[in-house]
């Protein structure tokens, strides 16, 4: 299979020996990775273009839906997992911690949220979705995911 890799992976410090290693870990799986890095584009819109000729192009999707400057995956990667979806392809995304998103919400801000009227709400009184889901209901109900990494994710792809 060809296998995109979306994340924020492209971001870090180490970013191409990460690709390295994981078209390495796909080839000894007996796939090919494609990967954001792999194409020559500068520019916002040639790099846009590019990753989507390589989500068109994929037989599926592993995301890395790991929390990125913030609380929630990056939001290109959210984009990626849609447009792919919308492709009819198959997305599995690997989170670090799978606990309700609600508890790790209530973590993050170091603070219980408060129950009012049966839902749950943040500090600002903003309802918190309570579907005990490990990301928002848009990512967790179409996409398989798992707790761990990309290898984790590679095993379940291949079991789908």
Do not use: W
């Not at 009012?116 to 398989?144: K, S, T, W, Y």
């Amino acid at each position: 299979m060809k296998i995109y890799l979306a994340g924020p992976d492209v971001f870090l410090p180490d970013a191409l020996a990460r690709a390295e290693a994981a078209r390495q870990l796909l080839a000894g799986h007996g796939h090919r990775a494609l990967i954001p890095l792999d194409n020559s584009e500068t520019t916002a819109a040639g790099i846009y273009r590019a990753n989507i000729a390589l989500i068109a192009d994929a037989d599926a999707v592993i995301a890395n839906l790991n929390p990125f400057r913030g609380f929630e995956p990056d939001s290109g990667t959210a984009f990626e997992v849609g447009y792919a979806l919308a492709l009819g392809k198959t997305v599995v995304g690997y989170v670090a911690d799978d606990r309700p998103q609600a508890d790790k919400l209530a973590d993050h801000l170091g603070a219980p949220l408060a129950r009012v009227d049966g839902r749950l709400l943040d500090a600002q009184q903003n309802a918190v979705e309570n579907f005990a889901l490990p990301l928002n209901l848009m990512l967790a109900i179409p996409c398989r995911i798992i707790r761990g990494g990309l290898e984790e994710a590679l095993q379940v792809l291949g079991g789908r």
